[in-house]
Nanobody
Framework: VQLQASGGGLVQPGGSLRLSCVASESIRGIDAMGWYRQAPGKQRELVASLTSGGSTYYADAVKGRFTISRDNAKNTVYLQMNSLKPEDTAVYSC?????????????WGRGTQVTVSS
C-alpha cells in the first residue's frame, strides 16, 4: 500500500488549502488516520488524527482552523486548513495505522510542502 499526499503549495496568511492523502488500495482494519507536519529545525508533530470510531484529535495550534475527514469510497483522508498562519509552514505527511488479522501496519505518505507567506 502506498499513500500519496497532495494539495500543498504557497498561500498567503489567512488563506486556505486542502490536503489529500490517497491510498493505492483499500486498507482493512484501519485504527487511525493522521496528518503530521515538520517545520525546518523542528521535530515532527501530530497535527490531526481521526480514529475508525470517528474520534478526532487536533493539536492546540490548529484547533478551530483545521479539519480532518475521510472518504472511504475514495481511500482518501483530507486535511482542510483555514486561516493559515506563517507558523503553519511545514512539510505535511499523512499516516495510517491499521491492524488486520493481528498484523499491524503503519503506512506513511511522502510529504507535501505547505508554505504560508505574503
Amino acid at each position: 500500500v502506498q499513500l500519496q499526499a497532495s494539495g500543498g503549495g504557497l498561500v498567503q496568511p489567512g488563506g486556505s488549502l486542502r490536503l489529500s492523502c490517497v491510498a493505492s488500495e483499500s486498507i482493512r482494519g484501519i485504527d487511525a488516520m493522521g496528518w503530521y507536519r515538520q517545520a525546518p529545525g523542528k521535530q515532527r508533530e501530530l497535527v490531526a488524527s481521526l480514529t475508525s470510531g470517528g474520534s478526532t484529535y487536533y493539536a492546540d495550534a490548529v484547533k478551530g482552523r483545521f479539519t480532518i475527514s475521510r472518504d472511504n469510497a475514495k481511500n482518501t483522508v483530507y486535511l482542510q486548513m483555514n486561516s493559515l498562519k506563517p507558523e503553519d509552514t511545514a512539510v505535511y505527511s499523512c499516516n495510517i495505522n491499521a491492524e488486520w488479522r493481528r498484523i499491524k501496519n503503519n503506512y506513511w505518505g511522502r510529504g507535501t510542502q505547505v508554505t504560508v507567506s505574503s
